[in-house]
T-cell receptor, first 111, second 114 residues
Framework: GQSLEQPSEVTAVEGAIVQMNCTYQ??????LSWYQQHDGGAPTFLSY????GLEETGRFSSFLSRSDSYGYLLLQELQMKDSASYFC????????????FGAGTQVVVTP | KAGVTQTPRYLIKTRGQQVTLSCSPI?????VSWYQQTPGQGLQFLFE???????NKGNFPGRFSGRQFSNSRSEMNVSTLELGDSALYLC?????????????FGPGTRLTVL
């Protein structure tokens, strides 16, 4: 089967760095995506890793290692507005238009 | 470029009724996917449409159906509503729905079944 595992919750203080892991068991996928979702809002695309390595976009960085079946999202200089749920997702090579999502990590930023 | 839009944003229905939700994708996007999000089950894939054809379907009962029009707008219908259908229904669009295409989500329709 296919599954993506994420820790359920992470708490950190403003200005800190937080890393959210995503481990997966899936055969053949195009890449690993990350989405942010605030309470009551829609998932917003953050980052995508098609290849192994690190992708950086401002305060966000995402990493993928296919050999380790592992990825992570790194948030630097945490702000209160970063309090949200973060989902990793993959699109498998045998599936059109379908993203398989992890259960999400809720990030709580404290003052 | 305008984002994905969904109407209505909120709906309250009673058991046994049916409901139709609408999604307008980003201009130029031909793939529209639908997801159901609930606290217990997370984001679950319902189905995907491309060029008016359903290409992929998730594990939902036949009460859930959809269609896509020639302008790529899509609708989903849920018949004989059950309490468990209460959820946030999200649609997402992408250029082709395959490969490395990024999916962009609409704001969702919050359905409450009483």
């Amino acid at each position: 089967g296919q599954s993506l595992e994420q820790p359920s919750e992470v708490t950190a203080v403003e200005g800190a760095i937080v890393q959210m892991n995503c481990t997966y068991q899936t055969s053949g996928f195009y890449g690993l995506s990350w989405y942010q979702q605030h309470d009551g809002g829609a998932p917003t695309f953050l980052s995508y890793n098609a290849l192994d390595g690190l992708e950086e976009t401002g305060r966000f960085s995402s990493f993928l290692s296919r050999s380790d079946s592992y990825g992570y999202l790194l948030l630097q200089e945490l702000q209160m507005k970063d309090s949200a749920s973060y989902f990793c997702a993959v699109r498998t090579t045998d599936s059109w238009g379908k993203l398989q999502f992890g259960a999400g990590t809720q990030v709580v930023v404290t003052p | 470029k305008a984002g994905v839009t969904q109407t209505p944003r909120y709906l309250i229905k009673t058991r046994g009724q049916q409901v139709t939700l609408s999604c307008s994708p980003i201009s130029g996007h031909r793939s529209v996917s639908w997801y159901q999000q609930t606290p217990g089950q997370g984001l679950q894939f319902l189905f995907e449409y491309f060029s008016e054809t359903q290409r992929n379907k998730g594990n939902f009962p036949g009460r859930f159906s959809g269609r896509q029009f020639s302008n790529s707008r899509s609708e989903m219908n849920v018949s004989t509503l059950e309490l468990g259908d209460s959820a946030l229904y999200l649609c997402a669009s992408s250029l082709t729905g395959v490969g490395t295409d990024t999916q962009y989500f609409g704001p969702g329709t919050r359905l409450t079944v009483l």
